[in-house]
């Protein structure tokens, strides 16, 4: 797993509520990433970030925003969740010299009542 | 803007038999590609990764080809077992950039 570690697993809770996930690595990666997976529509690039303090917008970044104060921690924030983002979430490191592999952590299902 | 097309979108084969799973894609100015295998309930777990002036990569039974031109890759999966059934996704990485681009994964079942 690359030493990525994601939490919650597993969480519920209701619409307009502000949610945070947490991705933690141990191995000093640059490059981290959100992902969300949806059937039918695969993964999508939520957020991305290429070192502390530094992030940039993927695809689907509307209402949700990351923050990086260390190397090691990647948060996702849901300002106030709505059930559209009932979904399963995905932390990526990527390694190599030009950063070109991604391994993932196992996954935070959250659904929003 | 890139899209990655997995067809079929799921696959059903008896064990022992040698298959390909198909991957394509409409941009051929792709950095790589990347074949993940996903388990119920899981991570993705990267298999092979082919980069733009490869043509192939192979690792144990598993073999994935490039043709960029044509914005096609297949990934080989030679005399299969009940363990690899699982869904494969493929992804694109564009040249000069890092957000990856995704198909949405063929799901296969290996019966015994």
């Known amino acids: 797993d690359a030493g990525i570690t994601q939490s919650p697993r597993h969480k519920v809770t209701e619409t307009g509520t502000p949610v945070t996930l947490r991705c933690h690595q141990t191995?000093?990666?640059?490059?981290m990433y959100w992902y969300r997976q949806d059937p039918g529509h695969g993964l999508r690039l939520i957020h991305y970030?290429?070192?502390?303090?530094?992030?940039d917008k993927g695809e689907v970044s509307d209402g949700y925003s990351v923050s990086r104060s260390k190397t090691e921690d990647f948060l996702l924030t849901l300002e106030s969740a709505t059930s559209s983002q009932t979904s399963v979430y995905f932390c990526?490191?990527?390694?190599?010299?030009?950063?070109?592999?991604?391994?993932f952590g196992s996954g935070t299902q959250l659904s929003v009542l | 803007k890139q899209e990655v097309t997995q067809i079929p979108a799921a696959l059903s084969v008896p064990e022992g038999e040698n298959l390909v799973l198909n991957c394509s894609f409409t941009?051929?100015?792709?950095?790589?590609l990347q074949w993940f295998r996903q388990d119920p309930g899981k991570g993705l777990t990267s298999l092979l990764l082919i980069q733009s002036s490869q043509r192939e990569q192979t690792s144990g039974r598993l073999n994935a080809s490039l043709d960029k031109s044509s914005g096609r890759s297949t990934l080989y999966i030679a005399a299969s077992q009940p363990g690899d059934s699982a869904t494969y996704l493929c992804a694109v990485r564009p040249g000069g950039g890092n957000k990856l681009t995704f198909g949405t994964g063929t799901q296969l079942k290996v019966e015994l």
């Open positions: 941009d051929s100015a792709i950095y790589n």
């Open positions: 990526a490191i990527s390694v190599g010299a030009d950063n070109e592999k991604l391994f």
């Open positions: 191995e000093n990666h640059r490059y």
């Open positions: 970030s290429y070192g502390v303090k530094d992030t």
